[in-house]
C-alpha cells in the first residue's frame, strides 16, 4: 500500500495516498473535524447549518411577519384639542423593511407604515380609535419631513373613548389592535408580508503546502519521520482556520473587476451584525447581571423573530469575566441583591467544546471559547442565532466546491510534490436583528 497522510502522524492514516497522481479528493467534514476548539463557528456551520449554493453569488430571501410590528410613532399631536370624530394624524414606523430599529434606536430615518387600513383599531397613547381614512407613504425609510407625504402616513381617527389634548403628543407610541367593521360591509382592503433580497458571497480559499523534492520525500527526519506529513498537517489546519477567519470578520464584497478575473469576499458574523443587527456595550467593572438581563429583553424582542437559543462565541477574557463570583462581578447576584436568579452551567458542547450556558428568563446563552477574539477583539462576543446563518459551498453540475485537496500541482517535469487544499464557500446572514455584538470595556 502506499504511503498516506493524516493530519497527525501519530494517528490512523486518512485513507488519502500521497502517491496519488493529479486526483481531487473531498475532504470537508474531516477538515472541520480537526481541533474543533481552534474554530468553533465554522465547526457550528459544518455540523449543523450547511446548505450548498449552486451561484457564487447567492441571493436569499428574508421574512419579517408584519403582524408583529404593526407599532407606530404619531409625528402630530391633535391639535391642542381633545379628539373628535376626524382628527388627522401623520405617523411613521420604528423599523424599516430590513428590521432596522429607526427612531426608537436614536436614528433619524423613519418609515411610512404600509399596514394601516380603514377599518383597523388602533390604540395610541392608551386611548383606543378607529381608522378611518388613509393616505399611505411610499414606506421606505427616509428622516420625516412634514412637507413630503412619502415619508409618512396619515390617517383620519374616530376615537372610541374620551382623548384629552394631552394624550396625543408628538412622539406618542401606537400599536394595531385588531379591526371592527359594520354589519353588511364590503371587504376591506388587504396589505401584504414582502419577502426582502439581500445576498452573499463565495469565497476562493487555498492553501498550498511547499513543494517537496522526490528526495525530502524519502528522507526520514529526527522528530518527525515524515516532513512532508507534518507540514501538510499545518497546511490543513492553516486552511481552516483561514475560513474561521473570513467567517467572523469578512467584509461581504464582490470585485467583479478584480485584474485576472472576480474575487469575492464572504460576509463576515461580526461586522455585518454591527452594521445591521444588535450591538450591546457593557463594562468589566459596573455592569452586573441585572443589567444583562435588561440587554436581553432588548434582544430577545418577539419581533426579531428570535429562537429561544443563542451560540454565543466570546474571548477567554470574557469567558473568565463571566465565571468570576465576587462582589462587583457579572454573577453578584449570587451573594448579593439581584431581582433575578441565575442558572449557569459549564458543560461539554456536542462538538468537543467546553460551553458555559447561562440560562436567562428570556432565552439560553451557549458561550463558547472562540480563540481568535484576542488582542484587538479580547473584549468582544457575537451572540448568533444558528438558525439565521449557513454555512454555503458551491455545488453544481455534480462539482463540489466545498473542501478538497489537488494533489501534485507541480510542473510535470519537476521532481517533487505539492498538493493544495481549496474551498469555495461564503456565510449566509439572515435576519441580522436575531444576532447580536457584545463588547466589553
Known amino acids: 500500500m502506499a504511503n498516506v497522510y493524516s493530519n497527525d502522524t501519530g494517528v490512523a492514516p486518512q485513507g488519502v495516498s500521497i502517491n496519488d497522481s493529479r486526483r481531487i479528493f473531498n475532504f470537508g467534514e474531516r477538515v472541520s473535524e480537526l481541533a474543533p476548539q481552534q474554530s468553533p463557528f465554522f465547526v457550528y456551520l459544518s455540523k449543523v447549518a450547511k446548505e450548498a449554493t449552486d451561484d457564487p453569488v447567492f441571493k436569499f430571501l428574508e421574512q419579517r411577519h408584519q403582524w408583529q410590528r404593526r407599532n407606530f410613532i404619531c409625528k402630530t399631536d391633535n391639535d391642542g384639542t381633545a379628539l373628535d370624530a376626524s382628527d388627522t394624524l401623520k405617523v ?16 433619524t430615518n423613519t418609515a411610512a407604515p404600509q399596514f394601516l387600513l380603514v377599518g383597523q383599531v388602533v390604540r395610541i397613547g392608551g386611548k383606543a380609535m378607529r381608522i378611518t381614512s388613509v393616505t399611505a407613504g411610499n414606506g421606505i425609510g427616509a428622516a420625516y419631513d412634514a412637507s413630503d407625504a412619502d415619508t409618512y402616513t396619515e390617517i383620519v381617527v374616530k376615537a372610541l373613548e374620551a382623548v384629552a389634548e394631552s394624550d396625543i403628543e408628538v412622539g406618542t407610541q401606537g400599536q394595531v389592535i385588531g379591526s371592527a367593521w359594520a354589519e353588511g360591509s364590503t ?25 517537496f523534492s522526490g528526495s525530502s520525500l524519502a528522507t526520514r527526519y529526527r522528530g518527525r519521520p515524515d516532513e512532508y506529513r507534518r507540514v501538510w498537517a499545518d497546511c490543513l489546519m492553516q486552511h481552516k482556520m483561514d475560513i474561521e477567519h473570513a467567517m467572523l470578520f469578512g467584509i461581504g464584497k464582490s470585485d467583479e473587476a478584480a485584474a485576472g478575473g472576480p474575487v469575492r469576499y464572504s460576509h ?9 443587527g444588535k450591538v450591546f456595550n457593557f463594562t468589566y467593572a459596573s455592569t452586573d447581571y441585572d443589567a444583562f438581563i435588561d440587554a436581553m429583553e432588548d434582544f430577545y424582542a418577539p419581533e426579531s ?15 473568565a469575566y463571566l465565571n468570576k463570583l465576587g462582589s462587583n462581578g457579572f454573577l453578584n447576584n449570587s451573594i448579593g441583591a439581584s431581582s433575578y436568579k441565575i442558572d449557569m452551567q459549564n458543560i461539554q458542547g456536542q462538538f468537543g467544546h467546553e460551553v458555559t450556558k447561562i440560562n436567562t428568563i428570556f432565552g439560553n446563552l451557549h458561550f463558547v471559547a472562540e480563540p481568535l477574539f484576542r488582542g484587538q477583539d479580547e473584549n468582544l462576543a457575537v451572540a448568533i442565532d444558528l438558525a439565521n446563518v449557513k454555512y454555503r459551498p458551491l455545488q453544481g453540475n455534480g462539482v463540489s466546491r466545498d473542501t478538497h485537496i489537488l494533489t501534485n500541482i507541480q510542473n510535470n517535469n519537476v521532481d517533487g510534490r505539492k498538493d493544495m487544499v481549496m474551498t469555495e464557500a461564503g456565510l449566509e446572514i439572515s435576519l441580522p436583528e436575531t444576532h447580536a455584538v457584545m463588547k466589553w470595556s
Do not use: H, M
Not at 423573530?305 to 469567558?319: E, H, P
Open 187 to 211: 371587504d376591506p382592503e388587504g396589505w401584504k408580508d414582502e419577502l426582502y433580497s439581500r445576498e452573499g458571497y463565495c469565497q476562493i480559499f487555498k492553501t498550498a503546502i511547499q513543494l
Open 92 to 107: 411613521v414606523c420604528t423599523y424599516d423593511k430590513y428590521g432596522n430599529d429607526l427612531e426608537l434606536g436614536g436614528g
Open 268 to 276: 463576515g458574523i461580526v461586522p455585518y451584525t454591527e452594521a445591521n
Open 305 to 319: 423573530g428570535n429562537s429561544g437559543d443563542k451560540l454565543v462565541l466570546a474571548s477567554r477574557k470574557v469567558l
